[in-house]
């Protein structure tokens, strides 16, 4: 049980044990245990950039939301959207929160039923018949936008903010400046000069925490208390899984044992994929949001000592029991190199009786009588024993239900479980060079200021690629 009576998420990882898939793809005991030295390690580390403040996620969820909550209090009294601008570590987790606690339909609803909150839309993309058709269905006046870019050259977010920039400017004259409220970093960056130009509101980055981890921060918070979801209910949960995570030995500590099994299943049986399975629409953007955190933080070209290792394992997202019907064929008889991890919702907030009717169908009536609420159970089971049964590893985390609580219990848990694994395979899970490299290109190729050399460089080395158009 975690504080306050309410209930503690749990991993129940008995089908990625050899017992239950055999031992060429399942894992031993003694494996777990034998990584005591390399856990050691990584341990402590991770207890040091703590510590030193270096790495500043570990730590948010102690943060005061007081600012946060005043400034969301006056936007529900003022505004009818919130457009979150903003892309990777700055949508993915205000998408998943938003999407796993709210409504599901939310943005249909009328104002009275949404309790007076805005509509809460994420621009997290480029696509510019997506962004101009979003632009065209507000209201400027009724809309407020959230620009979120930490170092406040994000190519992406910042021409999304041009236009709006532009079009508020143009259509609101001088009142256009309550309309946007930035999310950057604390002191420093273009985006925070613009604040200080135009006297616009603004909450902080903390300049120890990267975009994949800042969902704790004014980041996701801001955006998602707009919304209205219970944010100190996100840090509860948080805290009570930054609680569980304090104890080093992996058996002991959630997000260490997740890592472990991950680290195993790839690195010893040849597992360099694995599949994000929740059983719950609600669910699905916690996989996508784990998409990013797993695949940008650990794969890696170099290890720590700079030897090239080319790390990680792919991250996929399925959803049950949808992908039942399009991916599990797959994943039970194709290649057998994935491991998989469902996320189960023990209890739904609804029940949803399948009545007595058709009951002379021999091929529907053995429905009459149950719910959906035991047939998604179920559909779950029967891929779990496909999988098992076919020495496929997978892995339950159980939620006792969804909300604010165990959500923060799920965001910590992998944020600190990705931190974990970044030490068992030697690699710095903070930082992102290969993304670089298409950030640079565009920077070269838009024609920004000092990118000159790379964009003669690109255009020489694309130049000798013949090309071939069918």
Same mark, same amino acid.
């Given at each position: 049980m975690g504080d306050a009576g309410k209930k503690d998420i749990v991993l129940d990882y008995s089908n990625m044990m050899a017992q239950a898939v055999g031992s060429d793809h399942g894992l031993l005991q003694g494996e777990l245990d034998g990584l005591k030295t390399r856990a050691s390690v990584a341990h402590t580390r991770l207890m040091e950039l703590k510590a030193s403040?270096?790495?500043? &996620? &570990?730590?948010?969820? #102690?943060? $005061? /939301? /007081? *600012?946060?909550?005043k400034y969301a209090a006056k936007?529900? #009294? =003022?505004? #009818?959207?919130f457009v979150v601008l903003g892309i990777g570590g700055s949508a993915l987790g205000t998408i998943a929160l938003n999407q796993a606690i709210n409504h599901n339909f939310i943005p249909l609803l009328t104002k009275r039923k949404r309790n007076g909150y805005p509509r809460l839309f994420v621009a997290d993309n480029? $696509? *510019?018949d997506q962004f101009e058709e979003l632009l065209k269905t507000l209201d400027p006046k009724k809309t407020l936008f959230n620009v979120i870019s930490k170092s406040g050259t994000t190519a992406e977010t910042m021409s999304q903010f041009m236009i709006v920039f532009d079009m508020l400017n143009r259509r609101l004259k001088g009142k256009w400046k309550k309309k946007v409220v930035v999310t950057t970093d604390p002191a420093k960056g273009i985006l925070r000069e613009v604040v200080n130009e135009f006297k616009l509101d603004s909450f902080e980055v903390p300049a120890n925490v990267g975009g994949r &981890? =800042?969902? &704790?921060?004014a980041v996701g918070l801001l955006p998602l208390a707009c919304a209205g979801i219970d944010i100190d209910g996100l840090m509860a949960g948080a805290a009570r899984m930054a609680q569980r995570c304090n104890e080093p030995d992996i058996m002991k500590n959630p997000a260490y044992l997740f890592s472990s099994l991950m680290y195993l299943s790839d690195t010893t049986r040849k597992k360099p994929m694995l599949v994000m399975m929740p059983y719950s629409s609600k669910m699905y953007g916690i996989a996508d949001w784990f998409r990013q955190l797993w695949a940008e933080s650990l794969g890696k070209r170099y290890d720590l000592q700079k030897k090239e290792v080319h790390t990680g394992q792919t991250p996929i997202k399925a959803l049950g029991a949808t992908d039942q019907h399009s991916q599990v064929q797959l994943y039970v008889e194709g290649p057998n190199d994935k491991a998989f991890c469902f996320l189960h919702v023990d209890k739904f907030k609804t029940t949803t009786e399948i009545p007595h009717v058709l009951e002379d169908k021999a091929e529907l009536g053995y429905l009459a009588g149950h719910s959906l609420n035991e047939l998604i159970k179920t559909e779950m089971e029967g891929t779990q024993y496909a999988l098992t049964v076919h020495n496929r590893p997978n892995m339950v985390i159980h939620l006792p239900e969804l909300s604010p609580y165990t959500m923060g219990q799920v965001i910590y848990l992998f944020e600190h479980a990705t931190a974990f694994a970044g030490g068992l395979y030697n690699v710095d899970p903070f930082d992102q060079p290969g993304v670089e490299f298409g950030k640079n290109y565009a920077y070269a190729m838009m024609g920004r200021k000092g990118y000159e050399a790379l964009r003669a460089e690109i255009k020489d080395k694309l130049k000798n690629i013949p090309s071939r158009l069918l």
């Open positions: 403040g270096k790495i500043g &996620f &570990f730590t948010q969820h #102690e943060m $005061d /939301t /007081t *600012p946060i909550k936007v529900r #009294e =003022s505004y #009818e959207n480029i $696509d *510019p &981890f =800042s969902v &704790f921060s």
